[in-house]
Protein backbone atom coordinates (compact mmCIF):
# COMPACT_ATOMS: atom_id res chain seq x y z
CA UNK A 1 0.00 0.00 0.00
CA UNK A 2 1.65 3.22 -1.17
CA UNK A 3 1.65 6.33 1.44
CA UNK A 4 2.17 9.91 0.54
CA UNK A 5 4.43 12.01 2.75
CA UNK A 6 3.58 15.89 2.57
CA UNK A 7 5.45 19.04 3.81
CA UNK A 8 3.77 19.21 7.59
CA UNK A 9 3.12 22.68 9.37
CA UNK A 10 6.44 24.13 10.07
CA UNK A 11 5.94 26.80 11.86
CA UNK A 12 3.74 29.40 12.46
CA UNK A 13 3.01 32.32 9.36
CA UNK A 14 5.29 29.81 7.26
CA UNK A 15 4.08 28.50 4.15
CA UNK A 16 6.84 27.67 1.63
CA UNK A 17 10.84 26.31 1.95
CA UNK A 18 13.12 24.97 0.34
CA UNK A 19 14.66 21.18 0.04
CA UNK A 20 18.52 21.60 1.97
CA UNK A 21 19.12 17.63 1.59
CA UNK A 22 17.54 14.37 0.91
CA UNK A 23 18.67 11.95 2.98
CA UNK A 24 17.30 9.28 1.52
CA UNK A 25 17.15 7.57 -1.93
CA UNK A 26 14.63 5.40 -3.32
CA UNK A 27 14.50 1.81 -2.99
CA UNK A 28 15.54 2.13 0.76
CA UNK A 29 13.99 1.07 3.43
CA UNK A 30 12.72 3.37 6.23
CA UNK A 31 11.24 3.13 9.67
CA UNK A 32 8.79 5.52 11.59
CA UNK A 33 9.79 9.14 12.29
CA UNK A 34 13.06 8.68 10.44
CA UNK A 35 14.36 12.24 8.61
CA UNK A 36 13.56 12.00 5.02
CA UNK A 37 14.24 15.55 3.55
CA UNK A 38 15.68 18.35 5.18
CA UNK A 39 13.76 21.56 4.94
CA UNK A 40 15.11 25.65 5.43
CA UNK A 41 12.57 28.24 5.65
CA UNK A 42 13.40 32.08 6.91
CA UNK A 43 12.97 30.95 10.68
CA UNK A 44 15.00 27.36 10.66
CA UNK A 45 16.20 24.36 9.47
CA UNK A 46 14.28 21.26 10.41
CA UNK A 47 13.58 17.36 9.32
CA UNK A 48 10.88 16.08 7.92
CA UNK A 49 10.16 12.76 9.15
CA UNK A 50 8.74 9.55 7.53
CA UNK A 51 4.69 8.65 9.24
CA UNK A 52 5.39 5.18 7.94
CA UNK A 53 7.63 2.15 7.95
CA UNK A 54 8.39 0.82 4.43
CA UNK A 55 10.08 1.23 1.52
CA UNK A 56 10.44 4.38 -0.58
CA UNK A 57 9.12 3.97 -3.57
CA UNK A 58 9.19 7.47 -5.33
CA UNK A 59 11.04 11.37 -4.16
CA UNK A 60 9.49 14.41 -6.14
CA UNK A 61 12.01 16.53 -4.91
CA UNK A 62 15.32 17.24 -4.93
CA UNK A 63 17.83 19.47 -3.49
CA UNK A 64 17.46 23.36 -4.09
CA UNK A 65 13.34 23.09 -4.90
CA UNK A 66 10.73 24.89 -3.19
CA UNK A 67 7.79 23.52 -1.45
CA UNK A 68 4.57 24.43 0.45
CA UNK A 69 3.16 22.92 3.22
CA UNK A 70 1.09 19.84 2.16
CA UNK A 71 2.59 19.49 -0.89
CA UNK A 72 3.52 15.61 -1.76
CA UNK A 73 7.68 15.53 -1.59
CA UNK A 74 7.77 11.58 -1.08
CA UNK A 75 5.70 8.46 -1.54
CA UNK A 76 6.14 5.68 1.03
CA UNK A 77 5.60 1.37 -0.07
CA UNK A 78 3.82 0.50 3.34
CA UNK A 79 3.30 -3.70 3.87
CA UNK A 80 0.16 -3.95 4.63
CA UNK A 81 -0.48 -4.83 8.68
CA UNK A 82 -2.57 -7.29 7.93
CA UNK A 83 -0.51 -9.26 5.59
CA UNK A 84 2.51 -8.69 8.37
CA UNK A 85 0.56 -10.23 10.70
CA UNK A 86 -0.46 -12.97 8.76
CA UNK A 87 2.90 -13.56 7.69
CA UNK A 88 4.19 -13.46 11.79
CA UNK A 89 1.31 -15.75 13.02
CA UNK A 90 1.92 -18.65 10.25
CA UNK A 91 5.83 -17.86 11.83
CA UNK A 92 5.24 -18.31 15.52
CA UNK A 93 2.86 -21.08 14.52
CA UNK A 94 5.60 -23.39 12.75
CA UNK A 95 7.65 -22.42 15.27
CA UNK A 96 4.81 -24.43 17.76
CA UNK A 97 4.49 -26.90 15.31
CA UNK A 98 8.12 -27.31 15.60
CA UNK A 99 8.93 -26.85 19.48
CA UNK A 100 5.31 -29.28 19.81
CA UNK A 101 7.19 -32.21 17.49
CA UNK A 102 10.41 -31.55 19.28
CA UNK A 103 8.89 -32.24 22.80
CA UNK A 104 6.83 -35.59 21.65
CA UNK A 105 9.54 -36.57 19.75
CA UNK A 106 11.87 -36.30 23.50
CA UNK A 107 8.90 -37.87 25.50
CA UNK A 108 8.82 -41.03 22.56
CA UNK A 109 12.44 -41.63 23.19
CA UNK A 110 12.44 -41.08 27.24
CA UNK A 111 9.67 -43.93 27.08
CA UNK A 112 11.59 -46.12 24.62
CA UNK A 113 14.44 -45.65 27.23
CA UNK A 114 12.12 -46.61 30.24
CA UNK A 115 10.16 -48.87 28.48
CA UNK A 116 13.84 -50.68 27.59
CA UNK A 117 15.24 -50.22 31.13
CA UNK A 118 11.99 -51.69 32.33
CA UNK A 119 12.59 -55.23 30.04
CA UNK A 120 15.56 -55.34 31.22
CA UNK A 121 14.91 -55.14 34.70
CA UNK A 122 11.95 -57.97 34.66
CA UNK A 123 14.60 -60.15 32.59
CA UNK A 124 16.82 -59.80 35.35
CA UNK A 125 14.05 -60.40 38.18
CA UNK A 126 13.13 -63.49 36.30
CA UNK A 127 17.11 -64.92 36.19
CA UNK A 128 17.07 -64.21 39.62
CA UNK A 129 13.88 -65.88 40.85
CA UNK A 130 14.65 -68.88 38.60
CA UNK A 131 18.34 -69.31 39.99
CA UNK A 132 17.21 -68.64 43.25
CA UNK A 133 14.84 -72.04 42.88
CA UNK A 134 17.05 -73.94 41.02
CA UNK A 135 19.76 -73.37 44.29
CA UNK A 136 16.70 -74.17 46.11
CA UNK A 137 16.05 -77.24 44.60
CA UNK A 138 19.76 -78.33 44.50
CA UNK A 139 20.05 -77.65 48.59
CA UNK A 140 16.84 -79.66 49.14
CA UNK A 141 18.31 -82.42 47.13
CA UNK A 142 15.47 -85.54 46.04
CA UNK A 143 12.60 -83.97 48.46
CA UNK A 144 9.96 -83.98 45.69
CA UNK A 145 8.26 -80.93 46.17
CA UNK A 146 8.00 -77.94 44.05
CA UNK A 147 9.53 -74.55 45.34
CA UNK A 148 5.91 -72.67 45.83
CA UNK A 149 5.81 -75.75 48.38
CA UNK A 150 8.94 -75.35 49.73
CA UNK A 151 8.52 -71.31 50.46
CA UNK A 152 5.41 -72.27 51.90
CA UNK A 153 6.84 -75.29 54.47
CA UNK A 154 9.61 -72.69 55.29
CA UNK A 155 6.61 -69.71 56.24
CA UNK A 156 4.97 -72.68 58.42
CA UNK A 157 8.36 -73.58 60.08
CA UNK A 158 8.09 -76.98 58.58
CA UNK A 159 11.11 -79.11 57.51
CA UNK A 160 10.28 -80.57 54.30
CA UNK A 161 12.37 -83.24 54.09
CA UNK A 162 10.49 -85.10 57.58
CA UNK A 163 7.35 -84.37 55.25
CA UNK A 164 5.43 -87.66 53.44
CA UNK A 165 4.18 -86.57 50.28
CA UNK A 166 0.85 -87.87 48.61
CA UNK A 167 1.06 -86.23 45.12
CA UNK A 168 1.61 -88.43 42.21
CA UNK A 169 5.45 -90.54 42.48
CA UNK A 170 5.71 -89.07 46.36
CA UNK A 171 5.58 -85.25 45.24
CA UNK A 172 4.71 -83.15 48.51
CA UNK A 173 2.02 -80.53 48.09
CA UNK A 174 0.60 -77.46 50.43
CA UNK A 175 -1.92 -79.89 52.20
CA UNK A 176 0.93 -82.34 52.96
CA UNK A 177 2.42 -79.58 54.14
CA UNK A 178 0.00 -78.29 56.16
CA UNK A 179 -1.18 -81.34 57.62
CA UNK A 180 2.23 -81.72 59.35
CA UNK A 181 2.70 -78.76 60.66
CA UNK A 182 -1.12 -79.36 62.42
CA UNK A 183 -0.19 -82.75 63.43
CA UNK A 184 3.12 -81.16 64.81
CA UNK A 185 1.23 -78.48 67.10
CA UNK A 186 -1.33 -81.48 68.51
CA UNK A 187 1.59 -83.77 69.78
CA UNK A 188 2.25 -83.38 73.30
CA UNK A 189 5.22 -81.12 74.31
CA UNK A 190 8.36 -83.45 75.24
CA UNK A 191 8.30 -82.59 79.75
CA UNK A 192 12.17 -82.78 80.29
CA UNK A 193 12.90 -85.73 82.83
CA UNK A 194 14.83 -85.12 86.28
CA UNK A 195 17.98 -87.13 86.54
CA UNK A 196 17.86 -89.76 88.99
CA UNK A 197 19.13 -88.01 91.97
CA UNK A 198 19.28 -90.98 94.13
CA UNK A 199 22.43 -92.47 92.38
CA UNK A 200 24.35 -89.51 94.25
CA UNK A 201 23.28 -90.58 97.83
CA UNK A 202 19.82 -90.88 100.00
CA UNK A 203 17.12 -88.32 98.85
CA UNK A 204 14.58 -86.97 101.89
CA UNK A 205 11.62 -84.71 100.42
CA UNK A 206 10.33 -82.15 102.31
CA UNK A 207 7.99 -79.44 101.56
CA UNK A 208 8.73 -76.11 100.41
CA UNK A 209 8.71 -72.86 101.95
CA UNK A 210 6.55 -69.69 100.18
CA UNK A 211 9.51 -67.78 99.13
CA UNK A 212 10.63 -71.45 97.15
CA UNK A 213 7.66 -71.84 95.50
CA UNK A 214 7.64 -68.44 94.23
CA UNK A 215 11.33 -68.34 93.19
CA UNK A 216 10.90 -71.53 91.37
CA UNK A 217 7.24 -70.22 89.45
CA UNK A 218 9.47 -67.07 88.70
CA UNK A 219 12.04 -69.30 87.43
CA UNK A 220 10.07 -71.63 85.25
CA UNK A 221 7.87 -68.27 83.61
CA UNK A 222 11.45 -66.51 82.31
CA UNK A 223 12.76 -69.40 80.92
CA UNK A 224 9.79 -70.15 79.21
Do not use: H
Amino acid sequence: MKKEVKIPDIAENVETGLIASVLVSEGDKVSKDQPLVEIETDKATTDIPSDYEGVVDEIKVSQGDEVKVNEVIMIIDVQDSSEGDEEDDQKEEQEEKEEKEEKEKGVEESEEEEEKTEKKKEKSSKEDKQKKEESEEQDLGDVPAPPSVRRFAREQEVDISEVKGTGPGGRITKDDVENYANQSEQKPKKTQQLPDFEKWGSVSKEKMSNIRKITATSTSCNAV
